[in-house]
């Protein structure tokens, strides 16, 4: 699934509610086939995605680890 950086949030909210929050898990990863010159874009969304979660009181674990 691919979201808009403007969409995370809404798509956050629209998780299943009867989902126990303690075991919800969300995977989200940089595209190894974007090409060198959209990876800079990429990485800056990938920041701003860690940064909205982090607002919405999730921990984030980048993995692999940088």
Known sequence: ??????????????????ADRQVRVIAVSESPQASPKDRPKIRRNFK????????????VDEWPTR
């Open 1 to 18: 699934m691919q979201l808009r950086p403007a969409d995370n949030a809404q798509s956050l909210a629209a998780l299943s509610p009867s």
């Open 48 to 59: 701003a995605l860690i940064q909205q979660l982090n607002d919405l009181g999730l921990i």
